[in-house]
């Protein structure tokens, strides 16, 4: 593509778009179920006539679905949803070789992310696809939100399905919302695998410490704390695990780990891993009776589970010892080292969940748009599962990738399931 046929666009530095194409498609190969998605798009172009407008981390697994969905027909846009994960090297490919309007550099300040989501509200979506709901949030704000052509919108995260639960009772949801991490090939993968393992990757990758023999503590024992707890012990952690609700802290006992308030662990963890979805986690008390060296992070959406403003607040002093790791010295002396301003250790410092799982979470932001287009008209505002065929169908075609072949049920057997009569 010549720079005359560039679409609109605002990323760091177009020189880089051939390291950006490598990396997509590295990361393509390993996404075997949306390039079956793919092509089939190509075959029957669903979004033919379709304006979609995606606010997700700009990686080389968001760049594969963005083709998948231009290869079905959409005329797509896409922003950053968080300001530190965009891998400019890829925003840059996405321009100048496939000719997608992208809007996002890693670090952009808060009124430059502001300036990209109202440039994804003009490109006037029929369909959106959110991570962590700031697109779909924005937007319900504007005056004519109650009359937009939204057909619908997508949502990745935990985190953005409790924010559109809260805006739908608020009667400000006005189409339907699919709710991507509740199926099933999306949460048990993504949010345990990738997450576990992606933010092990940006605590190594930002500090180079060692695991083994350390105190890890896992704020939050959702699907993402069951991931990271896992892989921590993985390397030789010890692992505590803080949680507010009694079945999860029962399971997570239960699977071996301690399990303690956070006012207790604070005093005996080296490594602090917060993935609630919550606000102020880790509070002024928490990080005064940290041990001196201790390394805290975050996973959750929002860089809001680390009171850094109390942390602040009580520091003599802050610097940057090394990129994204903040050293502050507390008045008693002790160290405490704040990976990537707390915003999401696993996008900011390493590069996010690994394409083989993004496989799963980007099959199913593909069908569940081609089912908002397919079924427009028919739903009602308000936040909706995907249908079960689709978690079946992408778990299937995900084993087959993988070239594992499983049982069916004999007749006899589907018979049994169905009957009543045969007792003891
Ligand atoms: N969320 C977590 N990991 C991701 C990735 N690699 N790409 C897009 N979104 C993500």
Not at 230 to 255: H, Q, S, T, W, Y
Not at 379 to 405: H, R, T
């Amino acid at each position: 593509m010549t720079s005359k046929t560039l679409p609109n666009h605002e990323v760091k530095d177009l020189k880089l778009a051939k390291t950006g194409l490598s990396r997509i498609k590295w990361a393509k190969q390993d996404m075997q179920v949306l390039n079956l998605i793919e092509g089939r798009f190509a075959k029957e172009l669903p979004f033919k006539g379709i304006r979609i407008s995606i606010c997700a981390h700009v990686t080389t697994e968001t760049a594969v679905l963005g083709l998948a969905l231009k290869a079905g027909g959409a005329d797509t846009l896409l922003i950053a949803s968080n300001p530190l994960s965009t891998q400019d090297d890829v925003a840059s490919a996405l321009v100048s070789e496939y000719g997608i309007p992208v809007y996002a550099i890693k670090g952009e300040d808060i009124p430059m992310y502001k300036s990209h989501i109202d440039i994804a509200l003009n490109h006037n979506p029929h369909l959106i696809i959110d991570d962590g709901c700031d697109l779909v949030a924005t937007l319900a704000n504007t005056t004519t939100a109650g009359t937009c052509k939204v057909i619908g919108s997508t949502e990745e995260t935990t985190t953005g399905i409790t924010r559109l639960k809260a805006m739908h009772q608020d009667g400000k949801l006005y189409f339907p919302a699919m709710a991507v991490n509740n199926a099933l090939t999306k949460h048990m993968f993504d949010n345990r695998y990738g997450t576990g393992q992606s933010t092990i990757d940006g605590v190594i990758r930002a500090t180079n410490r060692l695991i083994a023999g350390k105190t890890a503590v896992i704020v939050g024992y959702g699907w993402c704390g069951r991931g990271c707890a896992m892989r921590a012990r993985g390397l030789g952690a010890n692992v505590v695990v803080c949680e507010v609700d009694p079945i999860k802290a029962l399971e997570a006992f239960m699977e071996g780990f301690r399990v303690m308030p956070l006012d207790e662990a604070s005093k005996i963890g080296d490594l602090f891993i917060t993935v609630t979805g919550n606000k102020h986690v880790i509070d002024k008390n928490h990080f005064e009776s940290m041990k001196d060296g201790s390394i805290v992070c975050n996973s959750g959406h929002f860089d809001v589970e680390l009171n850094l403003v109390s942390l602040e607040n009580i520091a003599k002093s802050k610097c940057e010892v090394k990129p994204n790791v903040d050293e502050f010295t507390l008045s008693n002396g002790n160290k405490i080292y704040v990976l990537a301003q707390g915003r999401l250790v696993n996008l900011s410092c390493a590069e996010g969940h690994p394409a083989s799982v993004m496989d799963m979470s980007f099959a199913n932001q593909a069908l569940a748009l081609e089912y908002l287009v397919k079924n427009n008209g028919k739903l009602k505002p308000g936040v909706l599962n995907l249908p079960n065929q689709i978690d079946v169908e992408i778990a299937s075609l995900k084993l087959a990738s993988l070239g594992v072949s499983i049982d069916t049920l004999t007749p006899e057997m589907v018979d049994y399931m169905n009957s009543w009569t045969v007792g003891t």
